[in-house]
């Protein structure tokens, strides 16, 4: 068999314990054999991290910038404990904040849906994607806990130095206080990134914020978002058939749960964090859930929502089998190939894409599959398979549709 080949290379980074362990087992089972891969790699694990103080995070965003797809394995963020276990110089940064300030973009949450593993909401049939704004809000506040009798106020000091005052609360007993930001530029590319990848999925977007109580604040994000869409993008979303609606956050969330799903639905940060852990979990498995970082300038980074499984990883050094679901990781390779065939005008590879999900789904609705995924699917006599048993199943099945 010809191997597929490729003319860009992805940008490739490698993760830490079981995912990087996955990693290599799906490169070596799932993609080498059929893909003459080029790939530009970075080692994102932590003990390279820490030889390079970090650099090569710098340099790996700066190559998906330069190259435009990347594919990258879940990282460890480093806290206290990892500080110990692995020696380190520093507490490194988040690998994702780092490269998320460099490509300044949007992430986006989709669950990868099987027959057999049911969404807690039943009426959900297609799947729901999550754009989370990954800049400001209470994410880069200054906040404080204050005592009985402060007056706090917000001062703006303008360019000429002019100052303007506004009350935020006189204190008669103790309590908190917090101020935060955002910035047009960041709101605008956040509107942008979700128009741009509502047409390339041929999606609608959904946009909520809670404008009614925060006039000024959330409603900006309302007004910047409607201008965007009827200057640059209302014809091409007529053209596609697609729609744009803004709505208040708690008419969302109960519309959210009614809906059959098959949209994207834009949200402020925090509302982000809290509502793809409530759409990925009520999916099914995190271990399911996709997510894409898309730049303003249309550079692309998948990887899978979760972390390194750690709790896995320990087991497996023991030399112990580990049954650690893939599945995600392989989306994310499969949605980078494909993203860089479609760029590239490369039908086969992008033909192959779609080869690896079809092969990898059709392995799970045919009752093999992995630990977690068996503890909650409704197919009767599920098999639990391994991680490298489930990894070779897929590559059967592949072999039949390549
Ligand atoms: P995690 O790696 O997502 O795992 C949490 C638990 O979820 C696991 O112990 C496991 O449950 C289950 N799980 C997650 N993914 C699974 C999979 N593919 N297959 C089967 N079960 C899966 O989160 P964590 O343990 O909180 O974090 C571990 C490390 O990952 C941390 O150092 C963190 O910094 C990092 N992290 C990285 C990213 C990223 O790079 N994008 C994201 C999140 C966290 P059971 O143990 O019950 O089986
Ligand atoms: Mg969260």
């Not at 834009?266 to 509502?275: F, H, P, Q, S």
């Not at 990925?280 to 970082?293: E, P, R």
């Amino acid at each position: 068999m010809n191997k597929i080949l490729m003319t860009t290379p992805l940008v490739e980074m490698d993760g830490d314990e079981m995912t990087r362990v996955l990693w290599q087992m799906i490169k070596d089972e799932l993609l080498t054999p059929f893909v003459e891969l080029k790939t530009e790699y970075y080692d994102l694990g932590l003990k390279y991290r820490d030889e390079t103080n970090d650099q090569v995070t710098i340099d790996a965003a700066e190559a998906n910038k330069r190259l435009g797809v990347a594919v990258k394995c879940a990282t460890i963020t480093p806290n206290a404990a990892r500080v110990k276990e692995y020696d380190l110089k520093k507490m490194w940064k988040s690998p994702n904040g780092t490269i998320r300030s460099i490509l300044d973009g949007t992430v986006f949450r989709a669950p990868i849906l099987v027959k057999g593993i049911e969404p807690y909401v039943k009426n959900w049939t297609k799947p729901i994607t999550l754009a989370r704004h990954a800049y400001g809000d209470i994410y880069k506040a200054v906040d404080a806990i204050v005592d009985e009798g402060t007056k706090c106020e917000l001062v703006y000091t303008a360019q000429d130095g002019t100052e303007t005052r506004q009350l935020v609360h006189q204190f008669d007993g103790a309590g908190v206080a917090m101020g935060m930001h955002n910035t047009d530029k960041s709101i605008e590319s956040f509107a942008r990134c979700c128009f741009n990848y509502a047409l390339s999925t041929n999606q609608d977007v959904w946009f909520s914020t809670k404008d009614t109580i925060s006039k000024q604040y959330d409603h900006h994000f309302k007004d910047i978002f409607a201008e965007i869409y009827e200057n640059e993008y209302k014809e091409k979303f007529e053209a596609a058939g697609l729609t744009y609606f803004y709505t208040l956050i708690d008419d969302a969330v109960a519309r959210v749960i009614r809906s059959n799903g098959g949209y994207i639905w834009a949200c402020k940060n925090y509302d982000g964090d809290v509502m793809s852990d409530m759409v990925a979990t009520a999916f099914g498995s995190l271990a399911m859930m996709t997510s894409v970082l898309v730049s303003p300038d249309g550079c692309y980074e998948y990887e899978a929502a979760h972390g390194t499984v750690q709790r896995h990883y320990y087991r497996y050094l023991k030399g112990e089998m580990t049954s650690t679901n893939p599945v995600a990781t392989i989306f994310a390779w499969s949605g980078a190939l494909k993203k860089r065939g479609e760029l590239d005008g490369l039908s086969d590879l992008c033909a192959f894409a779609d080869k690896l999900e079809k092969a990898t789904v059709e392995t799970i609705e045919s009752g093999l599959m992995t630990g977690d995924l068996a503890a909650i699917t409704t197919l009767e006599n599920p098999q639990t398979l391994d991680s490298e048993q489930f990894i070779k199943t897929i590559r059967a099945r592949l072999e039949t549709l390549v």
